[in-house]
């Protein structure tokens, strides 16, 4: 129950900051399809752990403030590679080991290798994912295990 009334909760104040509109009957309607969606995702049976993590929300701002100074030490560490021509470019293509316990908690962590510039995520396949990195060092860097260990954090139980 307490998913249901969190993914409607989300879904409407997410209608109104998309809309704009705070109009009664508009708001009504806004409400009343957060709702219906509701309705249709706990008949489905889409409101598990996995469709709608709300035992995340206490760990994602710390992880989301530490994954945003990656992003921004690797935009600059790709920046300066393009630009400098000293600084090699060495595309490789490793298989690291995902230490989460869940899918939810290896999605979360190969979503994170895609979204940090210079790395992607390529295949995950059980608890391994094969990552394409600009550069060696990038690829250390994800080998020594820091994100890995923070996602393994973030999505724990």
């Excluded at 509701?38 to 989301?64: F, N, Q, V």
């Excluded at 992003?71 to 690291?96: E, G």
């Amino acid at each position: 129950m307490a998913r249901a009334l969190s993914l409607a909760a989300v879904l409407f104040v997410l209608w109104y900051l998309l809309s704009g509109h705070d109009e009664p009957l508009l708001l009504s309607l806004g409400g009343a399809s957060a709702v219906a969606v509701t309705l249709i995702a706990w008949r489905k049976g889409s409101l598990d752990r996995e469709g709608h993590p709300i035992h995340l929300i206490r760990r994602a701002p710390a992880y989301w403030a530490w994954l945003a100074w990656q992003i921004v030490k690797a935009n600059i560490d790709v920046a300066r590679r393009c630009l400098d021509p000293r600084l090699p470019i060495s595309p490789t293509l490793v298989t690291l080991k995902a230490s989460q316990g869940s899918d939810l908690g290896r999605v979360i962590y190969a979503n994170s290798i895609t979204l940090t510039p210079g790395t992607v995520s390529v295949a995950v396949e059980g608890d391994r994912i094969t990552v394409h990195a600009l550069s060696r060092e990038s690829a250390q860097d994800l080998a020594r295990g820091e994100m890995d260990r923070r996602a393994s954090a973030m999505s724990r139980s």
